[in-house]
């Protein structure tokens, strides 16, 4: 963990208690970087509506939407880019809101590199520390470690055009993090990379983030890579904040529709509320009346209407009848299939002519499918992963 001795000075270690893991959980906690009721116009267009946001120090956080939605905009923001047409951004409980980038605690990455070919990888990652004009024997010593930090001591020499895109990753965040500021933005970081690729600099990304102790903001379109790479994800839409939580709170007990089908993939049913009770609440499918019993934070009036939604990989399915306590059961037909190698997905038309859509694991090795097109099949869920949606 690192501190500052002022707003732009050099980080340096110091004994700073170890944060609480789940800061926001704290109300005596302090955020680091605070949003109070920031709006950001462009002409008639509003790109940001009001929001309000806290994030802890050493949080990796993700703000996660469609394009459009203003989280870019929020980033260029935080990083003095934009100015906000009102409201105010605090960082380290300092009023950054007028300040111009050079002076904030903050360094950004953006999803191009922008590095600069004519310039060998080390080159690059000095250019920031020759601009402040520090000793050549300072300026060496760090750019050693962060070369050792990124894995990249091996290819000091070479020319962004010799590398893969990996590796100009690396140099990209290199770069970033050697002038050690407080706060390190990402726009859409990896999205450049291959899928195999991706999936491996997340982790090398996470254990970067935890090493360093550097509070970290992505901006991502990208649904998986915030679930792997977040401590906790507020989606955006339409320039607000639909929900702010850890990934499992978002995926597992999204708040509205929106939610539901954007972070990831849901199958939703129309239905009416049977009865409440504190948190229990029983509802009927409409078209076949099969009664749910789940869970639900607030009490619903018996008769109103309401969604349920149920994640695929929540789905079992088989040939023959399942005998399960406190499942539901439903009955369809195979009118798709992908084959995935670990897992397949299924789309099952059901009697009353919904389509569900199921995830099933590849437990067995085998190379002819374990269900076909057309074949007649049973679904199957326990009711508690059944979300109940009013909006």
Known sequence: MTTQDNLTGAARPDSVATPSTTPWTDAGQQPFIEFQSVTKRFGNFTAVDD??????????????????????????????????SSGRILIDSVDVTDLPPYERPVNMMFQSYAVFPHMSVEQNIAYGLKKEKLPKTE?????????????????????????????LQRVALARALIKRPKVLLLDEPLAALDKKLRE???????NLQDQLGITFVVVTHDQEEAMTLATRIAVMNAGNFIQTGTPSEVYEFPQNHFVADFFGSINIFDATVVSSTGDQVTVALEGSGTEICTRHALPLSSGSRCMVGVRPEKLLISKQQPTLEGHTITRGVVEDLAYYGNRSIYRVRSKNGRVIQVSAQNYQRSAALLLEWDDEVFLSWESNCSVVLTE
Request: glycine residues 12%; charged residues 25%.
């Open 51 to 84: 929001v309000s946001l806290k994030i802890y120090r050493g949080e990796l956080f993700a703000i996660l939407g469609g394009s459009g939605c203003g989280k870019s905009t929020l980033l260029r923001m935080l990083a003095g880019f934009e100015k906000p």
């Open 139 to 167: 300026i060496k010593q760090r750019v050693a470690e962060m070369l050792e930090l990124v894995q990249l001591p091996e290819l000091a020499k070479r020319k962004p055009g010799q590398l893969s895109g990996g590796q």
């Open 200 to 206: 491996q600099t997340q982790f090398e990304l996470m």
